[in-house]
């Protein structure tokens, strides 16, 4: 007996012919370790908790008189999913180039850091929050509509003689890869634009600048 399957990105569906002659129950197994368990006269099962873009070996067990009858495995590989599915969660190397600035001395041509984006729903994407990771003053939420994201906050990276000046900051992201990494669909390139804004204070001049934002997911 060898299954037929349908892989879709996160689901795989299996149908057999049941074997003639009293069966007590089928499993189906996944790289050898059970993820379904039928009664004797079912002849279809879908797997939920596949993954896109992911490779799977099946076999499906009739069970007779407490032996194991195996079927002929099967190999499939799961289609990637939209980019509007990805998850956008975990720690992404930044990269930093500026594109325009005013009013700021010494602005560094490019940057380089560690951000981690943290999605506040359990499972797929949604809203996200974020902060640098290795302890720049840097942080918000990013509400996501698709593929992008878009978030403001407070930046304090200016200064205004030896005081530090509170600024603004607009950060928008767009999904432009992504792929399986553990147990989740998840974003693993973005690109998109930093844009900071310091208002005119104590004395000193308006002041600003424009990032071009590549953001890759290394954890």
């Not at 037929?4 to 089928?26: K, M, Q, S, Y």
């Not at 079912?42 to 099946?58: M, W």
């Not at 767009?174 to 553990?182: G, S």
Request: with cysteine; charged share 25%; net charge positive.
């Amino acid at each position: 007996m060898r299954p037929r399957a349908e892989a879709r990105p996160f689901a795989v569906r299996l149908d057999w012919v049941v074997h003639e002659g009293e069966v007590e129950g089928i499993v189906v197994l996944r790289g050898g370790a059970r993820v379904g368990r039928l009664e004797p006269g079912d002849s279809t099962f879908t797997d939920r908790s596949a993954l896109p873009a992911t490779r799977y070996s099946y076999e499906v067990l009739s069970v007779r008189g407490g032996e194991f009858l195996r079927s002929e495995p099967i190999r499939v590989k799961t289609p990637p999913a939209p980019l509007s599915l990805a998850r956008l969660d975990g720690v992404y190397a930044i990269d930093a180039r500026s594109t325009s600035h005013f009013g700021f001395t010494g602005v560094a041509d490019e940057f380089a850091s560690g951000w981690r984006f943290r999605p506040v729903c359990r499972r797929g994407p949604c809203t996200d929050t974020f902060k640098d990771a290795q302890g720049n003053p840097l942080s918000g939420k990013l509400e996501r509509t698709r593929v992008r994201y878009e978030g403001t906050g407070s930046s304090k990276f200016g200064t205004c003689g030896n005081v530090s000046s509170t600024g603004t900051f607009t950060l928008r992201l767009e999904v432009i890869r992504a792929k399986t990494v553990r147990d989740a669909w998840r974003a693993s390139k973005l690109v998109g634009t930093f844009v900071e804004r310091v208002p005119a204070q104590l004395g000193c001049v308006g002041a600003g600048v424009d990032f071009d934002i590549t953001a890759k997911l290394i954890a």
